[in-house]
């Protein structure tokens, strides 16, 4: 069966980093491509990054410069460091292959 | 980039109904779309791929057509349990999901 569980989300202050984290079983992370899709509260549904098999990495504009997707492939987990944080940031983050998503984990940039 | 528009933003509809909802590409995607079910609280859940492609285990009331710029999807007929807002979103590059349509029962 597979899985994905997030974890690493918290409370940050505006301008701080967090280090999200995607634990996957039931399949390889690096055989496939991951995304990271975000959701802020109340609103709609927003890519954010993917990581390809091959490793190339793309980035919505609005997170561009400031997020990194990243995978350890022998820990079968993919990463996201968010960095510059902006109040507008604050959603609940969930990884994905699309198939199969994670539950997801909440962060929140405030002062 | 690619943009997606869906209509309506909301609905709703009695138990049995036929609900219709379209999505539609800023350009060509060819069949590249997908629809997804979240209920709240819930992460989204994949319905159709490849625009009209039921995903395994997903009712046979849910289904999906179109190709290019403009998509539709379906519910023959509306149940309790489709309470939720669906979301359409292109993969020809990259990704864009649409805004979102919240179905409810009447």
């Known amino acids: 069966e597979v899985q994905l569980v997030e974890s690493g989300g918290g409370l940050v202050q505006p301008g701080g980093s967090l280090r999200l984290s995607c634990a996957a079983s039931g399949f390889t992370v690096s055989s496939n491509y991951m995304t990271w899709v975000r959701q802020a509260p109340g609103k709609g549904l927003e890519w954010v990054s993917v990581i390809y098999s091959g490793g190339n990495t793309y980035y919505a504009d609005s997170v561009k410069g400031r997020f990194t997707i990243s995978r350890d492939n022998s820990k079968n987990t993919l990463y996201l460091q968010m960095n510059s944080l902006r109040a507008e940031d604050t959603a609940v983050y969930y990884c994905?292959?699309?198939?199969?998503w994670g539950q997801g984990t909440l962060a929140t940039v405030s002062s | 980039d690619i943009q997606m528009t869906q209509s309506p933003s909301s609905l709703s509809a009695s138990v049995g109904d036929r609900v219709t909802i379209t999505c539609q590409a800023s350009?060509?995607?060819?069949?590249?779309l997908k629809w997804y079910q979240q209920k709240p609280g819930k992460a989204p859940k994949l319905l159709i791929y490849?625009?009209?492609n039921l995903e395994t285990g997903v009712p046979s009331r849910f289904s999906g057509s179109g190709s290019g710029t403009d998509f539709t999807f379906t519910i023959s007929s509306l149940q309790p349990e489709d309470i939720a807002t669906y979301y359409c979103?292109?993969?020809?590059?990259?990704?864009?999901f649409g805004p979102g349509t919240k179905v409810d029962i009447k």
């Open positions: 994905a292959t699309f198939k199969h």
């Open positions: 350009q060509d995607i060819s069949e590249h």
């Open positions: 490849d625009a009209s």
């Open positions: 979103q292109q993969y020809d590059y990259l990704f864009t």
